[in-house]
T-cell receptor, first 111, second 111 residues
Framework: KAGVTQTPRYLIKTRGQQVTLSCSPI?????VSWYQQTPGQGLQFLFE???????NKGNFPGRFSGRQFSNSRSEMNVSTLELGDSALYLC??????????FGPGTRLTVT | DQQVKQNSPSLSVQEGRISILNCDYT??????FLWYKKYPAEGPTFLIS?????DKNEDGRFTVFLNKSAKHLSLHIVPSQPGDSAVYFC??????????FGTGTSLTVIP
């Protein structure tokens, strides 16, 4: 089975811009979760989607949003980028919610 | 508020010896715990898990111990190998919904 894929792998944006990241889960996995990883903060949960519905949401501002399509692929959008949004954004897919399989991440740099 | 804490940012161990990575949590409702390993430029890889009904789970060289009264879990790697050098994250969940991750411990196994 192909693993979780994320595109793009690297991205450089300017403050105030918006960005969309994409995640394709493992075939058959219906749950997709997004995390932000910054140095010293570990992985911070953003949100989880299951069957096109947001099932859980972390403590991030409304500038962070996501969606899931009928084929389970998911996108994450960040609007009005700030310097502090520079991070590694990880997507994880799951079949049973307990064991999550992570993609390689998208490294976002905001200048 | 960090609900899962890994207080040791780094650990160095000689090849062949035991590596012990520690993790503390604050939420007594957590009922499922996982350890992930992360290499640079890759997403975290699931390593081993334990549910709150157990106090020990083994998988080859990896053993996870859970002490619910102390809200503490640990990962033992025996014997440690150079390929084990990576960042290790512990994670906890209540009911398999949102996962809370620690900040990671960087393990270096010295040949």
């Amino acid at each position: 089975k192909a693993g979780v894929t994320q595109t793009p792998r690297y991205l450089i944006k300017t403050r105030g811009q918006q960005v969309t990241l994409s995640c394709s889960p493992i075939s058959g996995h219906r749950s997709v979760s997004w995390y932000q990883q910054t140095p010293g903060q570990g992985l911070q949960f953003l949100f989880e989607y299951f069957s096109e519905t947001q099932r859980n949401k972390g403590n991030f501002p409304g500038r962070f949003s996501g969606r899931q399509f009928s084929n389970s692929r998911s996108e994450m959008n960040v609007s009005t980028l700030e310097l502090g949004d520079s991070a590694l954004y990880l997507c994880a897919s799951s079949q049973n919610s307990y064991e999550q399989y992570f993609g390689p991440g998208t490294r976002l740099t905001v200048t | 508020d960090q609900q899962v804490k890994q207080n040791s940012p780094s650990l160095s161990v000689q090849e062949g010896r035991i590596s012990i990575l520690n993790c503390d949590y604050t939420n007594s409702m957590f009922d499922y715990f996982l350890w992930y390993k992360k290499y640079p430029a890759e997403g975290p890889t699931f390593l081993i898990s334990i549910s709150s009904i157990k106090d020990k789970n083994e998988d080859g060289r990896f053993t996870v111990f859970l002490n619910k009264s102390a809200k503490h879990l640990s990962l033992h790697i025996v014997p440690s190998q150079p390929g084990d050098s990576a960042v290790y994250f512990c994670a906890a969940s209540e009911g398999g919904n949102q996962f809370y991750f620690g900040t990671g411990t960087s393990l270096t196994v010295i040949p």
